[in-house]
């Protein structure tokens, strides 16, 4: 998760034309602010409870995605326009296949989003760093090739992940390993951390490996798929308002109650009562309550 907020965070920085140097100080910033939302949740875990620190962290991390790609869609429409945007056959960067948007290059961002795109004087044409191909810039013509020099919003969306990690740190980050180690009925607990865990992993590569290709232009945008994860995580917190219950306090077996259906046997079990009450122990002594 924070190699694919440092990997933002570092293209972001070139964006806003700071230099790698500070992108790596600032990658060490968020990187404290994950730090400190852990330890917060370390003091208050026992104090608050399981399902506030969720249910809040996940409200947090809702907003600051939401946030974020609202500064990726601000920081496009004040990066300067196109004169006259449309299709033109005769210049192939007007515009772009693209599925949730016209594909019409409108702004700055979308230029220089595209391969061998530049812009100049409200122009967007085809070239590379040292100007257009087909055109002879004018004198005191600002050729703009990879990255637009009038982006905004570029600190607050550093801000925005910044308090991304802090409320994921805050709970989602180690509460659900907490949470994991005491839902489970007693006999099948290992094989259903290991399923969770292996679902976690499967989630978190799926998301890596899928970032690049839903946030280009050709797909959701940058600020599209910032989007679609904060309306995961508005599907996870409503879920998760009404499924999760406060385990704060309870015992294994209290807990194992509060997920029994009416019609579930409590004699249906592998185990006796004497092995439970000693797994029990175990998981007590282990740290697992």
């Known amino acids: 998760m924070f190699a694919l907020a440092f990997s933002i965070l570092f293209k972001y920085c070139s964006a806003i034309n700071l230099s790698e140097k500070t992108a790596i100080w600032l990658s060490g910033f968020t990187a404290l602010a994950q730090v400190a939302g852990v330890l917060i949740s370390l003091y208050l875990i026992e104090k608050k409870g399981r399902r506030p620190l969720v249910l809040s962290s996940l409200f947090f991390v809702t907003l600051s995605l939401i946030g ?43 230029c220089t989003s595209m391969e061998n795109c530049g812009f100049y004087d409200g ?8 100007g257009p191909s087909d055109y002879e810039l004018d004198d005191g013509s600002n050729w703009q090739f990879e990255k637009c020099n009038e982006i905004h919003y570029g600190y607050l969306s550093v801000g925005f992940m910044v308090a991304y ?13 907490t949470i994991n180690s005491e839902i489970y009925p007693l006999e099948y607990r290992s094989l259903a951390v290991s399923f969770s865990t292996a679902t976690n992993w499967i989630g978190n590569f799926v998301v890596s490996a ?11 945008t940058r600020y599209g798929a910032f989007w679609l994860y904060g309306a995961v995580a508005l599907l996870g917190l409503g879920w998760l308002s009404t499924a999760l219950p406060e385990t704060k306090g309870k015992s294994l077996e209290e807990i194992e109650e509060l997920f029994r259906r009416p019609g579930d046997n409590n004699q249906n079990s592998s185990l006796t009562k004497e092995q439970r009450e000693a797994i029990a122990k175990v998981a007590v002594a282990g740290g697992g309550h």
């Open 68 to 110: 974020l790609g609202s500064c990726f869609y601000l920081g496009r429409i004040s990066s300067g326009e196109i004169g006259n945007p449309g299709i033109d056959e005769n210049n192939e960067c007007s515009h772009k296949l693209a599925i949730v948007w016209s594909g019409v290059t409108t702004y700055c961002y979308d």
């Open 165 to 177: 990690l802090f409320s994921f740190g805050l709970a989602m980050g180690p509460l659900p390993w």
């Open 123 to 130: 122009v967007c044409a085809s070239g590379d760093e040292n």
């Open 210 to 220: 899928t970032f690049l290709t839903i946030s280009s232009p050709s797909v959701l």
